[in-house]
């Protein structure tokens, strides 16, 4: 059984910086993408960040230049690094995983972290 595990969300003033985690667990083989989402309230989830297998990353134009998004493939974990925050950053985020795993593969979700910047 595939479990992704997020953590590192809270509450942190605008200019701050927040580190988040995503640990996986289960027989993986690899993973071909590793990346973050959100949800902010009364909005639609969206793609923050994302890694490829091969170390290609993409970013919303809206975080660009203050998130970066790590994976320590050793560990089967990824990270965002998330500086200079904004209010308008709170969110649910979300690790979410396309695995290959010893029963085949697929899509993989934490259950998310709550990330709150306050002005």
């Known amino acids: 059984q595939v479990q992704l595990v997020d953590s590192g969300g809270g509450l942190v003033l605008a200019g701050g910086s927040l580190r988040l985690s995503c640990a996986a667990s289960?027989?993986?083989?690899?993973?071909?993408?590793m990346g973050w989402y959100r949800r902010a309230p009364g909005k639609q989830r969206e793609l923050v960040a994302a890694?490829?297998?091969?170390?290609?990353?993409n970013y919303a134009d809206s975080v660009k230049g203050r998130f970066t998004i790590t994976r320590d493939s050793a560990k089967d974990a990824a990270y965002l690094q998330m500086n200079s925050l904004k209010v308008e950053d709170t969110a649910i985020y979300y690790c979410n995983g396309d695995i290959v795993h010893g029963s085949g593969a697929g899509q993989y979700w934490g259950q998310g972290t709550q990330v709150t910047v306050s002005s």
């Open positions: 289960g027989n993986i083989f690899r993973f071909n993408t």
């Open positions: 890694v490829t297998s091969g170390g290609s990353r």
